[in-house]
């Protein structure tokens, strides 16, 4: 079955580490987004990636940093400039073709130790 | 800015009870409104997407409606079950720029037997 893939489902992060959230797509999807999930707040945009190889801030992209080599793939890294990791992360997906919605991962949540 | 607002932020009824749950957005110009279930610790799972040229969708017993002149949603679910808890969030994609998803925070159904 086509889906998203997000992987560890657990992190646990100490001070100053960078760490890395893998998100991996068999959908064929040409967009893939992540999000992070804080309680009592609605899900907020890290990065965004419309095509491979580009990719644009979201609402707050600062102490995180994306690539997109693959179209499969869209891996995030929290840096140690991000001063409050610790959250609930949701990569997400869209289909450019046609009028379709988004497909969302089971989610990775960071904790910082 | 799109603005997305959620009401009312719980509820809790008896099973078998038919339920409404509100949706508003700030700005018109929408591409589609997607309502989504999440349960505790888990990612988003897709209900329905309602297009802009749309006024509602129907899956099984749920109807989502779609105003777009009053910047309005409805989530109608008929004969609710205990296993209908969750959070139920909508989010309206807008039109352009990655056409971002714009999340309300959601409204946490608990369904009693």
């Known amino acids: 079955d086509g889906g998203i893939t997000q992987s560890p489902k657990y992190l646990f992060r100490k001070e100053g580490q960078n760490v890395t959230l893998s998100c991996e797509q068999n959908?064929?999807?040409?967009?893939m987004y992540w999000y992070r999930q804080d309680p009592g707040q609605g899900l907020r945009l890290i990065y965004y990636s419309q095509i491979v190889n580009d990719f644009q801030k979201g609402d707050i992209a600062e102490g995180y940093s994306v690539s997109r080599e693959k179209k499969e793939s869209f891996p995030l890294t929290v840096t140690s400039a991000q001063k409050n990791p610790t959250a609930f992360y949701l990569c997400?997906?869209?289909?450019?073709?046609?009028?379709?919605?988004?497909?969302f991962g089971s989610g990775t949540r960071l904790t910082v130790v | 800015k799109q603005e997305v607002t959620q009401i009312p932020a719980a509820l809790s009824v008896p099973e078998g009870e038919n339920l409404v749950l509100n949706c508003s957005f700030t700005?018109?110009?929408?591409?589609?409104l997607q309502w989504f279930r999440q349960d505790p610790g888990k990612g988003l799972t897709s209900l329905l997407l309602?297009?802009?040229?749309?006024r509602e969708q129907t899956s099984g017993r749920l109807n989502a409606s779609l105003d777009k002149s009053s910047g309005r949603s409805t989530l109608y679910i008929a004969a609710s079950q205990p296993g209908d808890s969750a959070t139920y969030l909508c989010a309206a994609q807008v039109t352009g720029g990655g056409n971002k998803l714009t999340f309300g925070t959601g409204t946490q159904l608990k369904v009693e037997l």
């Open positions: 959908l064929n999807h040409d967009a």
């Open positions: 700005d018109s110009a929408i591409y589609n």
């Open positions: 997400a997906s869209r289909s450019s073709q046609g009028k379709y919605g988004y497909t």
């Open positions: 309602i297009q802009s040229s749309q």
